[in-house]
Nanobody
Framework: QVQVVESGGGLVQTGESLRLSCAASGRGATINAVAWHRQAPGKQRELVAIITAGGSTNYADSAKGRFTISRDNAKNTVYLQMNSLKPEDTAVYYC?????????????WGQGTQVTVSS
């Protein structure tokens, strides 16, 4: 199993920035793609950004041009740099880690980190 811990959330004002971190740990596991999702109150969880093992990235339309996902494989950590934040970015952000262990492919979720953007 892989444990996932998110950090970096907080309360910011419109236009400010935050950097979220997603740290994955697990013996014998190979981390593959990692995605950031978010869930606002009363809404469904949605994909924000994803990065493959090779570093390819993809973003939701709402994140393009403002958010950047990156990874440090040596630290098994994925980052989400969020710039020009808007009130509609307010949500709990979750990290979803896809990994291979013991010849099986699985995924794990973190507990989430709250991001609140005030107007």
């Amino acid at each position: 199993q892989v444990q996932v811990v998110e950090s970096g959330g907080g309360l910011v004002q419109t236009g400010e920035s935050l950097r979220l971190s997603c740290a994955a740990s697990g013996r014998g596991a190979t981390i593959n793609a990692v995605a950031w999702h978010r869930q606002a109150p009363g809404k469904q969880r949605e994909l924000v950004a994803i990065i493959t093992a090779g570093g390819s990235t993809n973003y939701a339309d709402s994140a393009k041009g403002r958010f950047t996902i990156s990874r440090d494989n040596a630290k098994n950590t994925v980052y989400l740099q969020m710039n020009s934040l808007k009130p509609e970015d307010t949500a709990v952000y979750y990290c979803n880690v896809h990994f291979q262990a013991a010849y099986t492919y699985r995924d794990s979720w973190g507990q989430g980190t709250q991001v609140t953007v005030s107007s």
